[in-house]
């Protein structure tokens, strides 16, 4: 039974830069610290440069004061941009030839943007990965994806790996899959918060205080998908293991089916997918 993630081991590892410090890369950084990762060797920069400096102040990491700065004092380190999909091309277009010089590893987080389109944007020789975290990287528990062009080294895929690992479990899959990956593993914890709200919303119209009810939901939610994980079980089979014939859990799943439950989570999950490849 295992849910810790392997620590990144620092002495050995590369500097990571962060371009844009908002909600994704700020999850990130937060997991890569409590893997034990040193702060100093994370470097930052945000448009907002305060917003920067907040950070660092809270978190000691370093701070550059622009994104040509940050990627000559990663050099040949790991640069993951974390900029909106909408800025990815401009921010490509900025860094393009400082990467390039520095040898830096570029890996973007961005939905919607494919290897292809990232490297239409850069130097040919330039090494590119894509990733796709989740905001669990704040307590290492994100599920990323990963894929590389073929200008990133084996041991620079090892590196990126590395990271990742450090801050949850890991999946290389095709650049073609990350539309699909992102809506069940991006989007996907917006999901599960509002079906917990939903779970804690129906306890508290039957009488329980809305604080105790989004803990006890929560708590629920988490053990089901740690037995998911460590069960031999499918989900389905282990769903079957909680309805008990004739029983209070089997009269609640009918009325959630007759509601439209299964079918809304397809039509939401497809229209995740449906976004992400319009953002491309
Ligand atoms: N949020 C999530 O759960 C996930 C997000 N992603 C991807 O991560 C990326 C970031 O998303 P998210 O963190 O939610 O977005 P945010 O808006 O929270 O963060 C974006 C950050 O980028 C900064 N920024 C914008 N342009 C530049 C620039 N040219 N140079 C430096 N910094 C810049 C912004 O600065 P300023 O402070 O000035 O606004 C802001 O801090 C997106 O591409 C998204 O698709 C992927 C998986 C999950
Ligand atoms: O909503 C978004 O666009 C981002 C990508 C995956 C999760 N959040």
């Known amino acids: 039974m295992t849910t810790v993630a392997t620590p990144l081991t620092t ?3 590369p500097t990571i830069g962060f371009i844009g410090i908002g909600h994704m890369c700020s999850s990130i950084v937060e997991g890569l610290i409590a893997s034990g990762t040193d702060p100093r060797t994370i470097i930052i920069s945000n448009r907002t440069l305060a917003k920067a400096e907040d950070f660092a102040t809270r978190t000691g990491v370093q701070v550059a004061e622009n994104n040509t700065d ?33 040898s830096s590893i570029i890996v973007s987080i961005a939905a919607g943007i494919s290897l292809i ?11 590119i990965a894509r ?14 994806g990963l894929a590389y062009n073929s200008n990133v ?17 890991t999946q290389d899959i095709e650049d073609s899959q990350f539309s699909t990956f992102s809506a069940i593993a991006g989007c996907s914890p917006a999901f599960t ?13 039957n009488g329980l205080a809305k604080k105790d009810a989004n803990f006890i939901a929560t708590q629920a939610v988490f053990g089901s998908a740690l037995l998911a994980l460590n069960s031999e079980l499918s989900v389905a089979d282990l769903s079957n293991t909680v309805q008990s ?13 007759e509601s439209g439950f299964r079918a809304a989570v397809l ?13 491309g």
Request: charged fraction near 20%.
């Open 11 to 13: 002495p050995t590892a």
């Open 70 to 102: 940050l990627i000559h004092a990663v050099g040949s380190g790991i640069v993951i941009l974390g900029v909106k999909p909408q800025q990815m091309e401009a921010l490509m277009e900025e860094i393009r030839e400082s990467a390039t010089q520095a």
């Open 117 to 127: 389109t990232l490297a239409q944007w850069a130097h040919s020789s330039q090494p």
């Open 131 to 144: 990733a796709l975290p989740n905001v669990a990287a704040s307590v290492r528990q994100s599920m990323t």
């Open 153 to 169: 080294t084996e041991q620079a895929r090892n590196h990126i790996s590395q990271l990742f690992t450090a801050i949850g479990r």
């Open 193 to 205: 918060f509002e079906f917990i709200d939903s779970l804690s919303r129906a306890a508290v119209k």
């Open 245 to 257: 014939p004739g029983g209070t859990t089997i009269a609640g799943v009918v009325e959630m089916e």
């Open 267 to 279: 039509r939401g999950v497809q229209a995740s997918i449906n976004r992400d490849k319009e953002l």
